[in-house]
Nanobody, 119 residues
Framework: QVQLVESGGGLVQAGGSLRLSCAASGRTFSTYAMGWFRQAPGKERQLVSRIIWSGGATYYLDSVKGRFTISRDNAQNMVYLQMNSLKPEDTAVYYC????????????WGQGTQVTVSS
């Protein structure tokens, strides 16, 4: 099992920036990918960004490309999401997630951190 704890959410004005952090503990030696998801009220959870732990290949949701950057610190078992030029439509609860090797889905989740962007 992997335990994940997010931090860094908050209230920011449109155009501002936030940096989300996710600390992983437990069976972190077995990591294929880490991801950031978000869920806005009344909407389905969506994958915002993902990073492959070995090699660092990344994926971004089209609507955040050029504004968000995912990064990792393998030694510290941390993953970050730098969010710039935030828009009101980025408002959501953001979740960190872990995917083990050989599994098709993210299997461990953090508790979520609220990001609110005011217009």
């Amino acid at each position: 099992q992997v335990q994940l704890v997010e931090s860094g959410g908050g209230l920011v004005q449109a155009g501002g920036s936030l940096r989300l952090s996710c600390a992983a503990s437990g069976r972190t030696f077995s990591t294929y990918a880490m991801g950031w998801f978000r869920q806005a009220p009344g909407k389905e959870r969506q994958l915002v960004s993902r990073i492959i732990w070995s090699g660092g290949a990344t994926y971004y949701l089209d609507s955040v490309k050029g504004r968000f950057t995912i990064s990792r610190d393998n030694a510290q078992n941390m993953v970050y999401l730098q969010m710039n030029s935030l828009k009101p439509e980025d408002t959501a609860v953001y979740y960190c997630a872990h995917q083990s090797p050989g599994t098709p889905k993210f299997g461990s989740w953090g508790q979520g951190t609220q990001v609110t962007v005011s217009s």
